[in-house]
């Protein structure tokens, strides 16, 4: 019987990114992590820069002169885009992760038609919309106003 | 903690979170495409706009339905992030004391003042 | 691609007593038509490397010993012709996510440590018709057909190499101990949802899932164990909820009365154990 611990051989965060056949779902995985991470830093400051309205118009306008300025706007558009993907993909997973939008157990038979390719037309569908919401919020963030 | 439950209610969460930050994302930047809850101003982050939104009873309760659902998905989401890099027993008891206090705390705050704006607004 | 005149393998070694890390080792054999990775493999070891180590057996698909990670892909050297990469060079690796125990043979423990914690086999009140039945457990098609794709699995371990939570996260069980979980909750003969959930609702659960889904782009027999992952959250979730709730296991069907056996069919022989 083996006694000795073998050598380790994982693909710790790199596994991530690559190991499996590079489909599009691993890379939408990761981008939803990426999306979300950013989404909540933004959050916790947020709560604490809006939470200035509680303390009436002066501090809300003190408030809001800190984070006005090219940058600010350029870094919130990021969130709106972060928003939209992480959204859109968010309502992919629902669909998917509850089982609903990847067809029904069948027998296996080569070529394999696995519910990755199932799904695969909600993916790119979901893409579309996450980059129509972009382009709406493009217009409205640089153009229109 | 059973992960049945906390997956479950991330879920939930999140479709409160598409509905209501959906809203706000509307109101906040699709201001000039779709133009809805900014009745006293062309800019949704005028002052009497935001006082017009905290006088009413359904965007105060709103917003603070939406910083608990929002606090729940994104810590747990970094909970889970962070679990799965293999972290230790005692790291993990930890990170969930961490957590649910900042969670708890940030809640507390930010639903203060969202209250407090409502009430600071009509008195205006 | 043209076939090739010579292949050269890179091969991952590694000898634990000697001390020193994993190493690449570069060796050309010539082609031969219809080779296979497991074909390379046996001419390397037969004519230049006969220390080299790996794990096969049915040479056919069948039995998920050699499961490799080939050419940056986790496949069965087996059924992986060598024409089919596109390229001369085979790169070959243990299958990642696992231990090495010595050059190509991967530590499965893990793997079957986590298996057998989700009580993969049929759970019922009747243990004494499942030992001496009197009879069949009724089952129809599309029973039959909710749980037989995630029955082909051959354990090869190619989806737990694949899946980015398997490759950070020790504690996360991975697809094939809960696609095969699933494949017995669904089982219509089955009655061991509760005790299984017990353990599910759980960090050994499917909670660390989230759809990635290259452990079915990996498995080299259709298995699909993402479709059985998601299929295992939709019970557990209305499980939580409290809307669903566990059919009867299938009941034994009784012999057809009034039937008598054929004269040209003999009698089966005696059992001997």
């Known amino acids: ?145 | 903690m059973r992960d049945q439950r906390l997956w479950t209610w991330h879920v939930l969460a999140g479709l409160i979170i598409l509905v209501l930050l959906g809203l706000h994302m509307t109101i906040m930047h699709l201001d000039v495409l779709v133009g809805i809850f900014n009745p006293r101003d062309p800019h949704p982050i005028a002052w009497a706009n935001v006082a017009a939104r905290a006088r009413m009873g359904f965007f105060t309760v709103s917003y603070i339905v939406l910083l608990g659902a929002a606090l729940f998905h994104g810590l747990y989401g970094f909970r889970n992030i962070v679990f799965e890099l293999g972290i230790g027993r005692g790291l993990k008891t930890a990170l969930n004391v961490v957590l649910v206090l900042g969670g708890v705390s940030l809640f507390a705050f930010g639903a203060w003042a969202a209250w407090a704006a409502g009430t600071l607004a009509r008195t205006l | 691609m043209t076939t090739p005149a010579n292949v050269t393998f890179r091969i991952r070694r590694y000898e634990p007593a000697s001390q020193r890390p994993p190493a690449w080792e570069d060796v050309t054999i010539p082609y031969a038509d219809g080779m296979t990775v497991l074909d390379g493999l046996r001419t390397i070891k037969e004519t230049r490397l006969p220390s080299l180590a790996w794990r096969s057996s049915c040479r056919m698909g069948v039995c998920g010993s050699c499961g490799m990670f080939i050419n940056g892909h986790p496949r069965l050297a087996c059924n992986t012709q060598v024409t089919e990469l596109g390229t001369s060079l085979v790169t070959v690796a243990p299958l990642p996510n696992f231990e090495i125990i010595r050059d190509l043979v991967p530590d499965l423990r893990s793997m079957f440590d986590a298996h057998a914690a989700l009580m993969p086999h049929i759970i019922r009140d009747d243990v004494q018709e499942m030992y001496e039945p009197t009879g069949e457990y009724f089952q129809t098609p599309h029973e039959l057909e909710q749980i037989l794709q995630f029955s082909y699995c051959i354990k090869c371990g190619c989806c737990m190499a694949a899946c980015p939570t398997v490759a950070t996260d020790p504690a996360y069980s991975g697809p094939m101990p809960l696609a095969q979980s699933h494949r017995y909750n669904a089982d219509s003969r089955d009655g061991g949802f509760a005790a299984r959930t017990q353990v599910l609702a759980t960090e050994k659960g499917p909670w660390k899932c989230h759809y990635a889904g290259e452990c079915s782009q990996a498995c080299p027999k259709g298995v699909d164990p993402a479709r059985a992952i998601q299929l295992m959250k939709r019970q557990l979730v209305f499980d939580y909820l409290g809307l669903y709730k566990q059919p009867c296991p299938a009941k034994v069907v009784a012999k057809p009365a009034g039937i008598t056996r054929r004269a040209d069919v003999p009698e089966a022989p005696a059992a001997t154990i």
């Open chain 1, 1 to 145: 019987m083996l006694d000795n611990k073998g050598h380790p051989n994982r693909l710790g965060i790199w596994g991530w990114l690559g190991g499996g056949r590079w489909g599009l779902e691993r890379y939408l995985y990761t981008l939803h992590r990426l999306t979300g991470l950013g989404l909540l830093l933004y959050f916790l400051l947020h709560i604490l820069v809006t939470s200035a309205r509680a303390f009436g118009e002066q501090a809300w306008a003190a408030s809001m002169a800190r984070v006005t300025g090219g940058l600010f706007v350029i870094g919130e558009f990021l969130v709106f885009c972060a928003f939209a993907f992480h959204a859109a993909n968010g309502v992919r997973l629902v669909l998917v992760e509850l089982g609903w939008a990847i067809g029904n157990p069948i027998e296996p038979v080569y070529p394999y038609r696995t519910s990755v390719h199932e799904q695969r037309p909600l993916a790119l569908g979901i893409m579309v919309v996450a980059g129509l919401l972009v382009l709406a919020g493009g217009l409205d963030f640089f153009i229109l106003h």
